[in-house]
């Protein structure tokens, strides 16, 4: 029998810090029955002949079994796939998001907080306060460029522990640019984590600045290059950073299933490049064709997805509408001043644009 001298709420109040009953959970949207273009996932599935090998292989993992801590037969391929030398090392997570709470976690108790550029990736900011970590934020220019004075300034009275840079960043779908991030990462003395996620839209690729660098790491996803439902993320980083984070990390993080799916897509990686050099395409015809739309305004991308704002009508109900059309979008207004307004879409398939631009068609007026 619980002891109800106490009710459940005084216990809660009690045990769980102010700062996490403060919180509200990171809200997924339901997706059931629309054409999600919401969270840049990879809209293509892979050919029926590698899904039958894939489920060929899946027969003969051993489920009863603990996976390999070190997945060292995965990380031969990501080594192959994304070019990384062999005297850097590479530290699996739980998707991109879990090496963020590893990072954090291995320096909480420093005193030494956790900085950003606003609005970028919304995780960077929710670790820090569930760790109990400081978080600084500094905001970008209207234009969404890095506002490196305000930044340098920044680092210097907070200096931070860790600063998180997403290049391209989300959801602003632009790079800062090598020099700049260069500048960044000279006048920090903590650990800046350039995040990748999305390198596969962009002929941006920073991994040769780790060469300059000690205090700089990689992070990169499969996420957005067709294994979302997979969760892998991937750090490139010294050994001095990896031999720490390891620690950290739990042992068992990357599942049987994930390691022998991810080693066999890798094996496969054209078929995934090919993918993402078709969304590229598209992204540049539906960033021609939301122009015309008079009210709108977007932002040119090199992710997949196009930051809008709607110019004469609220964002707000331009999102329930094209719901009601059955297409989930991401509205962003009041996730920061600057996104006032705005929304987020992925750039899909050929026929889910078209059935976006359809909507927007009869929802908004052309040119
Ligand atoms: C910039 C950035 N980093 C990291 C992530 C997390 O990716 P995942 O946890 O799926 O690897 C995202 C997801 O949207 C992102 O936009």
Not at 75 to 93: A, S, W
Not at 177 to 202: H, M, P, Q, W
Not at 333 to 338: A, I, N, R, Y
Request: aromatic content about 6%; glycine content about 4%; overall charge negative.
């Amino acid at each position: 029998m619980p002891n109800n001298q106490e009710s459940i709420s005084n216990r809660v109040d009690a045990l769980i810090r102010p700062e996490i009953r403060g919180l509200s959970a990171y809200k997924v949207q339901a997706a059931e029955n629309l054409i999600k273009l919401d969270t840049m996932e990879n809209p293509y599935h892979w050919p029926q002949g590698m899904v039958e090998e894939w489920l060929t292989i899946l027969q003969n993992v051993e489920l009863n079994r603990y996976p390999s801590p070190e997945a060292e037969e995965l990380k031969q391929q990501l080594r192959r796939v994304m070019g990384v030398q062999d005297h850097y090392q590479l530290v699996l997570g739980n998707g991109s998001d879990e090496l963020i709470q590893i990072i954090a976690m291995a320096v909480a108790g420093t005193k030494r907080g956790i900085l950003a550029v606003e609005p970028s990736f919304v995780m960077y900011r929710l670790i820090a306060q569930v760790l109990g970590i400081p978080y600084a934020g500094v905001d970008l220019t209207e234009d969404f460029e890095l506002d490196l004075e305000a930044l340098l300034s920044k680092i210097e009275t907070e200096n931070p522990a860790v600063v998180f840079l997403a290049q391209p960043n989300n959801p602003t779908g632009n790079l800062f640019g090598e020099e700049k991030v260069r500048r960044v990462i000279e006048n920090c003395s903590g650990l800046v984590v350039l995040d990748e996620a999305y390198l596969a839209f962009t002929e941006s690729d920073l991994l040769h600045l780790l060469d300059d660098y000690d205090n700089l790491v990689i992070m990169r996803t499969l996420s957005k290059v067709g294994l979302a439902g997979l969760r892998l993320g991937v750090l490139i980083a010294q050994q001095e950073w990896s031999e720490q984070f390891n620690k950290v990390r739990l042992p068992y993080n990357i599942s049987v299933l994930s390691q022998v799916s991810a080693v066999f897509a890798l094996q496969h990686y054209d078929v995934l490049s090919q993918q993402t050099d078709l969304l590229r395409k598209h992204r540049s015809d539906l960033f021609k064709a939301l122009t015309q739309f008079e009210q709108l305004k977007v932002w040119p991308s090199e992710a997949n997805f196009l930051l809008i704002r709607a110019k004469q009508q609220s964002a707000a109900e331009l999102h329930s509408q094209l719901k009601e059309h059955g297409i989930l979008v991401k509205l962003l207004d009041g996730v920061h001043p600057l996104l006032e307004n705005c929304l987020r879409i992925n750039v899909s398939s050929e026929s889910e644009n078209a059935a976006l631009l359809s909507a927007l068609g009869k929802l908004l007026p052309a040119k």
